[in-house]
């Protein structure tokens, strides 16, 4: 009896462990396939990533903040590719002739921007990240501050002190047609709404024309004008979020959408982004999350991207070798875009491109015109308002709306106080009628070709004069590529100014070319540059020596980086282009210029370092200052009207 009471209890027990283990395998399959599914989803998009620190926004933020400022002492600046003594002293001599000469040239525009450039913000961040950082401190004044110009006459631009250049900026992108072209909408926009003034809120009746004009060009139905390109992109990404009720963003690798946080996860942002996915350009991992994710809203495209897919716009602050490089296929980049645009609409997915540099420029409908997609949101922005500041967003009815007619509380707010300016209004107005003309519309017929073929021109008279340079194009944007290693190149964008050539301050990554630029006056610049680059060349900046490769370049920037954060771990990496052993960190200095700042700034110096002076010396490379310059001219006030 008792014997049989046990093995009934024990029956009653196993088959209750039995009936729970079921339980728990039930929960343990279905937990772990839910685990699995996240996992695969979230493997799919670590492979859609650029495997670059570009494509990995939090890990780049992360590292850029590990990077501890050093610089080259005077003595090490001119030798940090191990250059011999004699080359040496040919760029030390080299460097203190263009700096005499930039001073000479332009020291009452000098003066006046170094004075302004302690009470602009901007103007100290661009000064500083003209060159790789480890220069940057060192390089003359005359070199990074003259930014003051006063007139513009064609192709050319005037500074204060009355020397032209021929402008090679495109004024970031707004200058496609000329500037006596926006020069004359301004003028004429203005005559128009004189009798209104800055009336804000009301819109002057010449809005009604712009709308129609935007309508026909970008293939969609309704329009929204904002302040800014920037404000633009934000706009379009609100609508896009708020009207399919998704949360991601997808960006890709490299390309730059204006300063919004929102669009920029990775370094120069300091907020965690948390709803943006940064892909890599042109790739079937790419395709594959678009065509499996559920949560993605928007895909924003610049279409410039397609000159260097995957890369940010080269700047001359980046150029730590010669790696510079643009890869442009059209054919393969409308393909591309064609998949895209295939994808977004079967899993509803806002195809977003962003004009704001591409429109107007590419083609009289932009990128879309010039890559043949349509997109279902076009943001434009810097040259549609004929000079004036501006923001454009396009899109269906359905997909501007900012209220849901079921939900009266649920509302995409966007506003802004100068939205529809009436003197921007009638600029644009100016701008969008003037582009009708049949010149206008012959020109954008012709205008790629006649690039393409002043580029292999150019390219021509290069290779005639063996320059380690070459050039390269999309349609009327061109970038300087260098050909050997170098880790001076950055110095070419101050000869090229010596020679009469204006570059914005990113450099030589990027030439922005105005339409009304003629055969005659680019061979002048092709002139001028052959002449910039012939000077540096005798200057001794592009010495080349079997060890100097870009790899060794780059390996030689990792140990000067890691032998400040890391003094002992040097010890174990190659120092391939300069003896380790003369190669010295010398303590920190003190700076006159930026106080604390300049307390743990550490200093490279590639030979002995003079005992007696204690570490390497802290002043800039030659004392060819503007600040002299200014006490010399003494014109700064009179130069300020
Ligand atoms: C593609 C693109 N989008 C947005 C912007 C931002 O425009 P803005 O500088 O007018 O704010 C820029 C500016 O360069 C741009 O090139």
Known sequence: MLLLLKTSTLENSMEETYSLSVLQIAVIIVLASYLLNKLRIRLALSKAKHPSLRGHSKWSRRLAKQVKFFEYSNKAYFSTDGAPAEITQQRQQGFQRLTQRMVKQSANTIAFSVNLQASVSDLQFTSKYRVPFPFSRQLPEAFTVSNIVKKTKGTQIQDLDGNWRYDLSGAYGVNVFGYEFYKSCIAQGNKRVDDLGPVLGPYHPIIADNVEHIKAISGLDEVSFHMSGTEAVMQAVRLARYNTGKKYLVRFCGAYHGWWDGVQPGVGNQRDVNDVYTLNDQSEKTLHVLSTRKDIACVLINPLQAFHPNADSGSDVG???????????????????????????????????????????????????????????????????????????????????????????????????????????????????????????????????????????????????????????????????????????????????????????????????????????????????????????ADGWWWQSRNLTNQTIKQQFVYDMVSVRFPLLANFLPSPLVNKNNFLITKSIANSNTSNEGKDIKVFDSVNVDKKNGSADNNRVNDCTPNTAAKRTKTMSKVSQ
């Not at 079921?406 to 802004?416: I, N």
């Open 319 to 537: 150029l730590i070798a010669s790696g510079r490089a643009t890869n442009f296929d059209k054919t393969a980049y409308s393909a591309w875009l064609q998949k895209v645009r295939d994808v977004c609409t079967k899993r509803d997915i806002v195809l977003i491109f962003d004009e704001v540099f591409t429109g107007f420029r590419l083609g009289y409908r932009g990128a879309q015109e010039y890559f043949n997609v349509q997109a279902d949101m076009v943001t434009y922005g810097k040259t549609i308002g004929g000079g004036l500041p501006i923001g454009v967003v396009t899109s269906s009815h359905k997909l501007m709306k900012r209220y849901k007619e079921k939900q009266p509380a649920h509302v995409s707010l966007a506003r802004g106080t100068f939205n529809s300016h009436p003197y921007v209004m009638a600029t644009m107005n100016e701008f969008l009628t003037r582009i009708q003309g049949k010149d206008i519309q012959l020109k954008y017929q012709q205008i790629e070709s006649v690039w393409d073929k002043r580029v292999t021109h150019f390219n021509d008279r290069l290779q005639a004069a063996s320059l380690p340079l070459k050039i390269t194009n999309m349609h009327s944007i061109l970038s300087i590529i260098y050909t050997k290693p170098s880790r001076y190149n950055w110095m070419f964008q101050f000869y090229l100014r010596a020679n009469g050539l204006e570059l914005s301050w990113i450099g030589t990554g990027r030439l922005i070319m105005s339409f009304d630029f003629t055969d005659e006056d680019f061979n002048q610049v092709i002139t001028q540059f052959i002449i910039a680059a012939q000077q540096m060349l």
